[in-house]
Structure formats: structure tokens, C-alpha cells
């Protein structure tokens, strides 16, 4: 029933009450709630079903990004010649979370006219990654008398997955131009410089270092050769990226494992375009997802598949069992990024131990998410004795992150330590190093 039924109900009640002062009132609110009772059925008859009176279409993408805003825009015409009053409510995931309209925005209500189309855009931030399903619409038409409403379900359930933001990609779609990546010497075709692989034989300059130097040629020719290098046209880089628990810890209502995954296909996309090799290992107690290092876009949508879904997992990272199994899959000298945390001592200690195995063969980059809470919590000026406990642990805390960070450098790792909004820039500039350095 509506709010103008309700009133009417509410108006019969006058001459009701009165009748107890007024005898023959009784009959006027008799009379009166008879009009009611038959304006109530023909307005029943007459309001027509949902299902039949109206079409109704849900636009939304099949891929989604997470703690991210996406559009859902509902479609819908009024396919009688009369007008409509109605009410429409969508039904997204459960767990979904609504951008700047609320969740407010997912209902809407409008008059609409004869053969009217009429559409609205809500938005929805979904928390993680993985598959979800949007449900039926549901429909609510008044009659037109007002009086009654008529209640109605589209069916409309649709499947959505939930991938890492992409939209880094694209806004990072720049730095992927040859113009600038070549800068770096990073570029599709090879480049003469101080690769690993020979190019030719020239001319000794005085900018050439001694080494390249060839004493063979130069005793040939009666005059000092050169050697010209090129960086080689693939180089390979595997992303190694920890499941287990510390990665479950949150930055900004975002667990670490999704700041990472972000991060690792940001990297992913660069290095396809930069025409290196990328491969994936993923693992916590024991290793998930395996992509040797292979070429192009079709290498990065492989790991685009294998990390949309996945799950940090409450148990304890196993480095050990990790490391071993990629060196029985992968023995070529790669560069190794290490997707992990530092949460704690004993992690830490197991961690160190263990990445020296992978560096004596790799060129390893540890990655580490920083929280920015925590330096906040050290830089600030406690005035309760509460604050002072935290500032007091944040400090220790960012003292352990370090002590661990100065290890892994002696043993020969690079170290990209950045807030998750600096997180693909540093990790790309790091990239960016490796591969104008040689190092590989």
C-alpha cells in the first residue's frame, strides 16, 4: 500500500471518532471506507505487472577493478502508452561497497511517461579481487489511482570478475611510449651500448672504455678495435610473489597482497613493452601459480588470469620451499622481484637466510609495502600516554624494517621500500636501472 492510502485510511477515521458523538457519522466512515475498499481493487486491476509494463537492461562490465568506482547503469522504458510511477532497485554483490552516490544509489524512483526511457549510473568499489555475481533487478509500480503497488523481478543476474586496478595501467600508458622508454634504454630493437651480446668491430675513440678493447682485431689490422655491445633483445624477469599471511595485513582498508598484485602487473606491462620475458611464481607454505617467462601481451594477460583471483593466506610463508622450486624450473640468470613483507623478526630472519641462495644466481629486488600510518605514528608528538606507547612501537617497528632492509643490501639485493601510491614508480625506476646498468 502507498503513503495516499494511508492518508485515506487515516481521513476515514475522522467520522469514525465523531460518530461516537455524533451518531449518523457512522455511517458516513462506513461508506467511506467502502469507496476506499473498491477504489483500492480497481486501482489493483488496473496497475499493470512490472514484468509486462516495463523493459529493464543493466550495463556493466565483465572485468572490473578493485578499490576502485565502476559504473552500473540501468536502462529502462516505460513500454505502455500511459504514465508510470515506479521504483527500480538493483542489485549488486553483497559485499560491494558504493562510490560517491551511497547505497542510496542503487534505488531509484521516477514518474515516467507513455514509451519513456530513462536511465541512471551508481557506482560500486568492490574490496577484493576474484568473481562475483550481480542479482535480479527489482521493480515496484504504483497503480494509477495511487493507492497500490505492484512488486516485480527482472532477471538479470550477471557474473563479474574482479581484477587488480588496471586503470594504473592505463594512466602509466605513457611511460610506455618508445620515445621515452628508449631513454631509458629500454626498447623493442636492439640498442648498441654496454650490453652483454657483440654487435660489430670499429674503431677504437678515446670515450671507449679499455676494456672493449679487441686485441686480436687491433694486431689484425694494424690499428686499435673496438668492440661494440648490444643490450640483448629479451631479457628475463620473474615475479615472485608472497600469499601468506603478512601480506594479509591492510594499508588504507586494502590488504598488501592487492597494493603488490597492482604493482607486479604494472611492472608485467612495461616489460612486455619493453620486449623482455616475464614470468610468475606465486606461493605461501608452498608454491601456487608457475608461469616460466615468456614474451608479449599474451604473457602479461597469462598473469593478468593467474592474480586476479588470489588470496593472501593465513599461514606462514615457506622462502625455502618457494626458492627451490623455481631453481628446479629456472636456472637462466634472471631478475628476480621479490613481492613480500617484513612484518616481523622471525620472518625477516627466515627470509634473509634464505634470499641468498636466490642472489647468488638472480639479481634480486626485494619489494616491500610501507604503511604510512606507521611513519606518521613515529613523527608524531605523543601528548597522552596512549600516544606515547604508539610512537614508541612505531619506532621500533620502522627500526626492525630497517635493520632487515640493511641485510638484504649486504647480500647484494635491491631494495624498492614504497608507499603503496609510490609503489609502481619506484618499482618501474628500479626495472629501468637494472636494464640500463647491464646487470643482467
Not at 655491445?229 to 601480506?247: K, N, V
Not at 624494517?401 to 621500500?417: E, F, M, Q, T
Amino acid at each position: 500500500m502507498t503513503r495516499r492510502f494511508l492518508w485515506l485510511v487515516a481521513l476515514g477515521l475522522v467520522p469514525l471518532l465523531a460518530s461516537y458523538a455524533v451518531g449518523p457519522l457512522a455511517y458516513a466512515a462506513v461508506l467511506w471506507n467502502l469507496l476506499i475498499v473498491a477504489a483500492v481493487v480497481c486501482d489493483y486491476l488496473l496497475c499493470l505487472k512490472p514484468e509486462d509494463a516495463v523493459s529493464v537492461a543493466r550495463e556493466v562490465g565483465e572485468v572490473l577493478s578493485v578499490a576502485a568506482e565502476n559504473a552500473v547503469t540501468l536502462r529502462i522504458r516505460n513500454q505502455t502508452r500511459q504514465p508510470l510511477p515506479m521504483t527500480v532497485r538493483d542489485e549488486p554483490p553483497a559485499v560491494f561497497d558504493f562510490g560517491k552516490e551511497g547505497a542510496a544509489g542503487r534505488q531509484k524512483t521516477k514518474n515516467l511517461a507513455p514509451f519513456e526511457t530513462w536511465e541512471y549510473t551508481y557506482h560500486v568499489v568492490p574490496p577484493a579481487r576474484g568473481d562475483f555475481v550481480f542479482r535480479d533487478i527489482f521493480l515496484r509500480v504504483t497503480g494509477p489511482l495511487g493507492l497500490v503497488t505492484r512488486q516485480g523481478v527482472i532477471p538479470a543476474e550477471k557474473p563479474v570478475a574482479v581484477y587488480p586496478n588496471l586503470r594504473a595501467v592505463e594512466d602509466y600508458e605513457i611511460m610506455l611510449r618508445r620515445a621515452m622508454l628508449s631513454r631509458q634504454g629500454v626498447r623493442r630493437m636492439r640498442t648498441v651500448g654496454a650490453g652483454r651480446e657483440f654487435a660489430s668491430l670499429r674503431d677504437y675513440t678515446p670515450d671507449d672504455e679499455y676494456r672493449t678493447i679487441d686485441w686480436k682485431a687491433t694486431a689484425r689490422r694494424g690499428k686499435v678495435i673496438s668492440r661494440t655491445y648490444e643490450q640483448e633483445r629479451s631479457q628475463d624477469i620473474l615475479l615472485l610473489i608472497d600469499q601468506g599471511r603478512l601480506m594479509r595485513q591492510e594499508i588504507g582498508h586494502t590488504q598488501k597482497l592487492d597494493h603488490v598484485v597492482s604493482a607486479a602487473l604494472m611492472l608485467a606491462h612495461v616489460v612486455a613493452e619493453a620486449d623482455d620475458r616475464v614470468g610468475l611464481l606465486t606461493f605461501s607454505d608452498d608454491a601456487k601459480a608457475w608461469l616460466p617467462p615468456a614474451r608479449g601481451r599474451s604473457a602479461y594477460s597469462g598473469i593478468l588470469e593467474a592474480l586476479y583471483a588470489s588470496r593472501a593466506e593465513p599461514v606462514e610463508s615457506d622462502y625455502r620451499s618457494a626458492f627451490r622450486f623455481l631453481a628446479a624450473r629456472w636456472r637462466k640468470r634472471s631478475l628476480a622481484v621479490v613481492f613480500t613483507d617484513l612484518a616481523d623478526p622471525e620472518s625477516s630472519a627466515v627470509l634473509l637466510r634464505e634470499i641468498g641462495h636466490l642472489a647468488a644466481k638472480h639479481v634480486v629486488v626485494c619489494v616491500v609495502v610501507s604503511d604510512p600510518l606507521i611513519g606518521e605514528r613515529a613523527r608524531h608528538v605523543p601528548t597522552t600516554p596512549d600516544s606515547v606507547y604508539e610512537k614508541a612501537v612505531a619506532e621500533e617497528v620502522i627500526a626492525e624494517r630497517r635493520r632487515a632492509l640493511n641485510l638484504l643490501k649486504k647480500r647484494g639485493v635491491l631494495i624498492v621500500d614504497a608507499e603503496p601510491h609510490e609503489l609502481s614508480v619506484e618499482l618501474i625506476s628500479r626495472y629501468l636501472l637494472v636494464k640500463s646498468r647491464s646487470l643482467l
